[in-house]
């Protein structure tokens, strides 16, 4: 580590691989937007730069490799070559390729040399296919020069995407002629067009629409304005109406963002487009309402002018936003960050002690101190847990080439689609997220999505969709995956839940319950293994790693129309809320997130230690666990007790999946931050525990698995109907 | 005294494109002078033209300004809906026709 | 439903490298040999989603096409696009006035043409 330059090779290599994973992301989308010019321009660049830099650090084989890639999309980027699927399929494994080389320096294995090469002489075979299309261009301008004098090399052979990089921020607004139709003018072409050029919000105007008896359907009343963001200039923007200039308004404004990122008020922005004067403004804003609304009322300006100006200012906030997260941030290494939650949680651990402590001596500063020093911690928590804090989307786009190679590699036709990528969740959870979305994704097109030809006469689309979202949901994210193939067969699985003996033959069960089944170890219904999902692995696999992240995998689905995965995951897995209860003189927590309520019972009321009985519970029955006799606190079975029980119990009523569970313990003491800690390797096996945590006084309290111990409660109580109804 | 109720359901079908506008509006008001209340349906559709959207617009202020009720129903397909959400008819990214209905009312 | 565009040109190489580029792209396309030939077409045609035309043409040129097109009632709206070698030539407000959607400046490349295609006729 002696060498300087090692030190800007990790540099190098980092920003390497996230270049070319943006390169991934880019190739995806080019694949269904080939003709768009920003993302041929954005991928040469990522290309552009491996090469240049790998150079310098001495990757000698990705440059070269690198300079091959580059070569085909120059061809491609200055509309020699088109882009074709097959170039895409060939562009992404040329970045797998430049992956695999980054890893290895210096010494490449045979293998990947040997695939390398091969490569490379595709990407050559793709650029000579540039000749024969010269050929075909010198047909037509054989053309042109039947009319001599004419300039031919005019507007329509210039690249529309110019040089710049820039990104600027338009205000447009685009008016039809009433007569517009009539020249054969589709209207919403223009308008998609535009929305294509980069980050567009479009505000449509149809205000001037009448109501349908005095409406000319020839005549086009519509008009649009739009805020767009592009490093497209304004020629592009005019390139699209070209053909409507004399039949159209079109006003562009180019929009300044304003210095220090702050967003610009309303009232400036419509003094700015002109809807109202300043001095109106001025005198609006001295009423104590809302700008936009006074304005209105007053008559200054519609409506309509208002929402555009909002929309117009929730576009410039989301550009300011983006430049600034884009140079105010500075990247560290993810274990620094591990060791600062460490850290912070060592700190909360600490703090309820020194909690304790003062509680216990009593003092008056001391205690001050205490309270304060817990208010800090709790926000550097906040604020650590929040660094640590990822969109999920960023792993959205590896699905997004699962889906893509596993249909090809059967034939099948799928899309993902995605929904909610700015949710954010913990690293650490995202990270072990991601096999089993894996799993669950390929399930779906193996399993889910039917051949293109079954789908048509099923009176579907030919290609499936996979639908991948995320939102939030209280202190946990919802992911759900679903499809529109042919859904889950219930007599097969069935079936074969009755053939693994996981259900009796004649066995009542409700579907929702039937499908769940799919989740339980060593179950598959595929009948012969596929090389894809039948890997000897299957949905249980999933099911362990999202219990192991405290989170439940629910399955629905309606045959023929397809089936939904949702994963319900807590946002992070370090430190969360906890009720903390006692039970024969041991420490337990319920996490807060499941707890429904507390209620009384008096001792006498209870059923014998280990039976499991019924509460009423606003009007619910809830089943409940007596937790000494479950997990033999005191010593119940040979009636000896530790500490006697209470006359009045308390039990806790938790919530896990549909199911409500009741658990009696003989205290309730209150609300805990606490520090999961795993569990050694003693407990790991102890059913109903899922982990451990530090109390002040320094005695460990064991975290209850809520999931566990529902699921234990309800497959034992016999209750699973009535449970239906919770 | 209107006894009968149940709302008269119209499944667009096809190309809704300019050439459709002329008899879309004459099928619009037709319906909307016989009935109370109208669905319209459009997974049927393999295009939708802004001459078209006018029309069914124009029919929506119709019904209001009379007391009527002009609704949509189902899924918009895939093509359309990515058109309208482009051109900024469709707000989120629903697919479905009442989305569509929900983002035209507020213009 | 593939779309139908029919393509007017004399030269019988634009015609076809136009239909080549077009095809490949799932286009079904059409060709006439100049205005009159395409006029004469329309008739047995239902609908067309473009109608790609040459100016300078035999016996009926692309202007005069595009007037006659535009008043059969199948083919009022259609997107028509001119191939033009002017940018701004007064052939390119000639075919406007006539009713055309738009022009292609030739020469042009398989993407440039797929792009206003894709732009007129969706």
Known sequence: ????????????????????????????????????????????????????????????????????????????????????????????????????????????????????????????????????????????????????????????????????????????????????????????????????????????????????????????????????????????????????????????????????????????????????????????????????????????????????????????????????????????????????????????????????????????????????????????????????????????????????????????????????????????????????????????????????????????????????????????????????????DREAIRAKAIERGLIFPNQEIADQELYNIIFEPGFSTAKAVTSVSGRGVGMDVVKREIDSLGGTAQLTTKPGAGMTVTLKIPLTLAIIEGLLVRIAGEFFVVPLSTVDGCIEIRNDQLGALGERRIINYRDELVPYIRLRGFFACGNSETGGKDEAEPEIEQIVIASAQEYRVGLVVDQVIGDYQIVIKPLGRMYRDVDGVSGATILGDGTVALILDVNRLALVVQRESGLKAAAGGA | MEVNSSPRIINLSGSLNVERAAALKTELAEALAGDDKLLLGFSAAEELDLPCLQVIIAAKKSAEATGKELHFMGSLPRGIAKRLAACGFLRDSSDQADGLESSLTGF | MPKKILIVDDSAAIRQSISFILAQEGYETMEATDGLEAFNMLGSIDSLDLIITDVNMPNLDGIGFIRKARELPKFKFTPILVLTTESQGSKMNEGKEAGATGWIVKPFNSDKLLGIVKKVAG
């Open chain 1, 1 to 488: 580590m002696s060498n300087p330059m090692d030190k800007f090779k990790a540099t190098f290599r980092e920003e390497a691989f996230e270049l070319l994973s943006h390169l991934e992301d880019g190739l995806l989308e080019l694949e269904s937007q080939p003709l768009n010019g920003e993302l041929i321009n954005a991928a040469f660049r990522a290309i552009h730069t491996v090469k240049g830099s790998a150079a310098m650090f001495g990757y000698d084989s990705v440059s070269k490799f690198a300079h091959e890639m580059e070569t085909a999309l120059d061809l491609c980027r200055n509309g020699t070559l088109s882009i074709t699927k097959e170039f895409i399929g060939l562009a992404l494994k040329g970045r797998d390729q430049l992956r695999q080389l980054m890893e290895f320096e210096g010494v490449i294995p045979d293998d990947i040399a040997i695939e390398g090469a091969s490569l490379l002489q595709r990407f050559k075979d793709f650029a000579a296919k540039a000749k024969p299309k010269e050929a075909s261009a010198v047909a037509v301008s054989v053309v042109a020069e039947k009319s001599p004098g004419a300039e031919g090399e005019t507007r329509a052979t210039e690249a529309p995407l110019a040089e710049a990089q820039l990104e600027l921020s338009y205000r447009i607004s685009f008016k039809p002629s009433k007569g517009i139709f009539k020249n054969g003018t589709r209207v919403l072409n223009l308008v998609e067009e535009l929305s294509n050029l980069g980050r567009a919000d479009i505000i449509p105007h149809l205000e001037l629409v009448p109501p349908l008896e005095a409406l000319d359907p020839e005549c086009c009343y519509a008009w649009w304005e739009a805020i767009l963001t592009t490093a497209a200039g304004e020629n592009a923007i005019k390139d699209i109406f070209i053909f409507v200039e004399e039949l159209s308004e079109l006003k562009i404004e180019t929009l300044r963002g304003e210095l220090g990122g702050k967003a610009k008020p309303l009232g400036e922005i419509l003094i700015d487009r002109g809807d109202v004067s300043r001095d109106d403004v001025r005198e609006a804003l001295g009423s104590q309402r809302k700008l936009g609304e006074v304005l209105v009322e007053n008559k200054l300006v519609s409506r309509p002018q208002v929402e555009s100006a909002l929309v117009e200012q929730e576009h410039l906030k989301k550009v300011q936003e983006r430049v600034d997260s884009g140079t105010n941030s500075i990247r560290v290494a993810s274990d620094k960050l591990d060791a600062l939650v460490d850290l912070v949680g060592e700190l909360v651990t600490l703090q309820a002690r020194l909690a304790q402590t003062s509680i216990d001596i009593s003092d008056a500063s001391l205690a001050s101190i205490s309270e304060q020093f817990e208010r800090l911690i709790s926000q550097l928590r906040d604020n650590t847990m929040s660094i640590r804090m990822l969109p999920i989307g960023s792993t959205f786009n590896k699905f997004r080439r699962v889906v893509r190679d596993l249909s090809l590699e059967l034939g099948k036709e799928a899309e993902l689609v995605t929904e909610g990528a700015d949710t954010e969740l913990d690293k650490t959870v995202i990270e072990k997220l991601g096999d089993p979305l894996v799993h669950i994704i390929r399930n779906s097109v193996d399993h889910g999505i039917e051949s293109p030809d079954a789908r048509v006469r099923a009176g579907k689309p030919r290609a499936g969709v996979i639908k991948l979202a995320a939102r939030h949901s209280g202190a946990y994210v919802l992911i759900q995956v679903s499809d529109d193939g042919k859904g889950l």
